[in-house]
């Protein structure tokens, strides 16, 4: 299965926090899984970093990449496609990260693990 993390299920996956549920952290860990970190949630992670919202153990250009590393998390780089089927969405959810997740999502026929109720309206597979 093809699994997109949502940016809040990446930072409690690196902090190993009890807030993901163990059926998200069994899905990230299953290696017939292959997983995927949006460019959009390292930039969202990386902003909120630079602005002090967001404490993390070291800076984000050398941790992120690491835990992808050390966990078989691939990227996800963002496409025109992609950004162009966002602003097609129905604007059930607000947020521009998350917005583009799902579209990033519905494009690569993706599920998301994310914690969420507002992506729920989309026709995408959440998995929490």
Same mark, same amino acid.
Not at 12 to 31: E, G, N, R, V, Y
Not at 33 to 39: M, R
């Given at each position: 299965?093809?699994?997109?993390?949502?940016?809040?299920?990446?930072?409690?996956?690196?902090?190993?926090?009890?807030?993901?549920?163990?059926?998200?952290?069994?899905?990230?860990?299953?290696?017939?899984?292959?997983?995927?970190?949006?460019?959009?949630?390292?930039?969202?992670?990386?902003?909120?970093?630079?602005?002090?919202?967001?404490?993390?153990? @070291?800076?984000?250009?050398?941790?992120?990449?690491?835990?992808?590393?050390?966990?078989?998390?691939? @990227?996800?780089?963002?496409?025109?496609?992609?950004?162009?089927?966002?602003?097609?969405?129905?604007?059930?959810?607000?947020?521009?990260?998350?917005?583009?997740?799902?579209?990033?999502?519905?494009?690569?026929?993706?599920?998301?693990?994310?914690?969420?109720?507002?992506?729920?309206?989309?026709?995408?597979?959440?998995?929490?």
């Amino acid at each position: 299965m093809k699994i997109l993390l949502d940016t809040c299920a990446f930072l409690w996956f690196l902090q190993d926090s009890p807030q993901l549920t163990p059926t998200a952290k069994a899905h990230i860990m299953d290696p017939a899984n292959e997983v995927y970190l949006s460019a959009v949630s390292v930039w969202e992670i990386a902003r909120k970093y630079a602005q002090g919202g967001l404490t993390l153990p @070291s800076h984000p250009s050398s941790l992120i990449p690491a835990v992808r590393r050390n966990s078989g998390i691939d @990227s996800l780089p963002l496409t025109e496609v992609d950004s162009l089927a966002a602003e097609k969405l129905q604007l059930f959810h607000k947020d521009p990260f998350d917005r583009m997740l799902i579209a990033q999502a519905l494009m690569g026929g993706l599920a998301i693990i994310t914690a969420d109720r507002a992506f729920d309206p989309y026709p995408v597979r959440v998995i929490w």
